[in-house]
């Protein structure tokens, strides 16, 4: 069952790591995976071992791999036992060292901080979005249906929810082209030069912006943080750009990629987009079970102590990654897990992750996914792939297509 470390990995595998458990499944990495991560991670269920240990590459840290529902579920709501301090991919000086807010930030602390931008992403103030995503949407719509074609992704699945993001945060929609090409560089390049050039630039406007904000305060999340004082008390500087940074990289491409993931298959399924269109009752059940199978982020944290699960000794300082797309297709808990079925009984899923780290905006992602099923198709029900369409996917932390080219009458 288990696979076996190959040439050229980061570093030995540690030698309280059994050598049945090392299986080398290159995710986010691999041709396997990219040729089709969902299928490739809804199969390791069968393939290897329910925790397994990855031997690392040249891009990511040799880490423990967990696809099971309830191990996940455990670990990400047990922070003394698993930190996720130090766990975010970003290049940083060492020497100059800031925390990603509220990420690597365990309790009693987290939640002082979560609770400055929380107001802006509730379920209450998301609600009064709706009108205004409901005319973006339409708004992108108009400009590519008499076309007959759109490259979905550019034209309606990056624009869309990077739009809302960036009305949030209050930052300029202008940019949108160039904060699409740092979240590429940070998230999918797989270029350490270009990470850390990235970075840079990254670092210099979002300086820029915090001095701003300082000064000319709006109601916008990066004023918010720039005058949030958590517990009472005002944020350093490398708080607030580490706040800042977190919000700005987690809007730009978790959401999209989503999109992105659910029309390509629904233009492959156009019986299942016909029972989308049919049941308008059912619609946040649809997105549940959508979100449950294309989910597209992972979730890393740092053992605290030495820890057992499943009689898979673990040691203090050892990396856990949940691969929460396969533990969405446990089927345990998930009975036939690759079936698409609208009609699912309810249970948590795991795409948003869990616990106090759970994800800040799920309910504008649940609402955005909502919005943009229904006004698409309600406006373009019949669509597919342009014939010759090859799908390939980005390498890195967010799954999801490059190119989404779609074609009508």
Sequence with gaps: ???????????????????????????????????????????????????????????????WQLLKYEDAYFVLRHPEFFTSAGSGPFPRDPNDWWNIIPLEIEPPHHRKYRAIVDPLVSPKTVMTLELSIRKLANDLIDQFIDKGECEFAKDFGRPLPVGVFLDIMSLPRSMMDEFVRWAMGLLHAQDRQIAQQVMGEVTVYLNTVIREKAAHPDGGAVSAI???????????????????????????????????????????????????????????????????????????????????????????????????????YDPEIFPDPTDVNFNRPRKPILAFAGGVHSCMGAHLARMEVKICLQE??????????????????????????????????
Aim: glycine share 8%; with cysteine.
């Design 1 to 63: 069952m288990a696979g076996t470390a190959q040439a050229g990995v980061a570093a030995p595998i540690p030698d309280h790591v059994p050598p049945e458990l090392v299986y080398d499944a290159r995710i986010t990495e691999g041709a396997e995976f990219l040729a089709a991560p969902h299928k490739f991670m809804a199969e390791l269920h069968q393939k290897a071992p329910p925790i397994f240990f990855s031997p690392g590459s040249e891009h990511q840290k040799p880490a």
């Design 226 to 328: 720039v005058h949030g004082k958590p517990g009472g008390e005002p944020m350093s500087g490398r708080e607030i750009f580490g706040f800042v940074f977190f919000l700005f990289i987690a809007g730009l491409d978790t959401v999209f990629a989503t999109l992105n993931n659910i029309f390509v298959w629904l233009a492959e399924n156009p019986e299942r987009r016909q029972e989308i269109i049919d049941s308008p009752g059912n619609i946040d059940n649809i997105v549940e079970e959508l979100l449950r199978v294309f989910s597209v982020t992972f979730s890393g944290r740092t053992l605290t102590q030495d820890y057992e699960i499943r009689g898979v000794k673990m040691k203090k300082g050892d990396r856990v990654t949940s691969i929460l797309p396969s533990c969405n």
């Design 376 to 409: 698409f198709l309600r406006r373009i029900p019949n669509f597919t792939l342009k014939p010759g369409t090859r799908i390939e996917y980005y390498p890195g932390g967010v799954v999801g297509p490059k190119s989404v080219p779609l074609a009508w009458r």
